[in-house]
């Protein structure tokens, strides 16, 4: 199976680097506990950055709860809870959520379609491209709910309910539109790469 797709707004514009996980076995370095007043600062920049997810962020990572950091490839961190990972992010770059915390809120994220003719690429690590979004199967947001260039978008696919995939856009999706062709994420965190198989037991 691959949650109905919404399209809630972000507080900002957050600009990060891609982080490429196609490599299907990602060596992580050494776990470590966040100090709380670190932890405090994690999830009041998960709210910030996607606000849907206030009510909720006692349940992704309680208060009284220990957070654990861990060092991957290229500068990333990946943040986990009880072995289940939550969020990553690029030194200091713009958070983002893993897959697995999408599913488990999928309408607390800015979402975008590509047809059913697309899946196959992004879930073998290519590049998306602007005409899987544009075509009949495809789906952008209306202008007014449109998302800018650097924005983090999660990649839903036509005819499945589960998001397949998030990254960051190259492109505006009112660009996107007008263009119809083009690099829409170069690289992105998809179901089956390497951070989705990451064995962290």
């Known amino acids: ?29 050494a776990k470590s506990k966040l100090k709380s007043s670190a932890q405090r ?14 009510p909720h962020i006692e349940e992704i990572i309680p208060k009284k709860s220990q957070l654990d950091s861990l060092k991957l490839p290229d500068r990333v961190t990946l943040y986990v809870l009880d072995n289940e990972p939550l969020i990553y992010q690029h030194m ?16 607390c994220f800015r979402t975008l379609r590509i047809d059913r003719g697309a899946i196959r690429f992004v879930l073998s690590g290519a590049t998306l491209m602007v005409p899987g979004l544009t075509s009949a199967g495809g789906r952008l947001p209306p202008a007014e709910e449109a998302l800018r260039e650097g924005d983090v978008a999660v990649i839903m696919a036509e005819g499945k309910e589960e998001a397949c995939m998030v990254g960051v ?33």
């Open 1 to 29: 199976m691959f949650k109905k797709e919404s399209a809630p707004h972000l507080s900002e514009t957050h600009y990060v680097r891609d982080a490429d996980f196609s490599t299907t076995r990602i060596n992580p370095g």
């Open 41 to 54: 600062g994690l999830r009041a920049k998960i709210v910030e950055q996607y606000p849907l997810l206030a």
């Open 92 to 107: 200091d770059d713009a958070i983002l959520p893993h897959l697995k915390l999408v599913h488990q809120f999928p309408e």
């Open 169 to 201: 856009l190259k492109m505006g999706t009112e660009e996107m539109k007008k263009k119809g062709k083009g690099v829409a994420i170069e690289a992105g965190h998809y179901l089956g790469d390497g951070l989705w198989k990451l064995q962290l037991t």
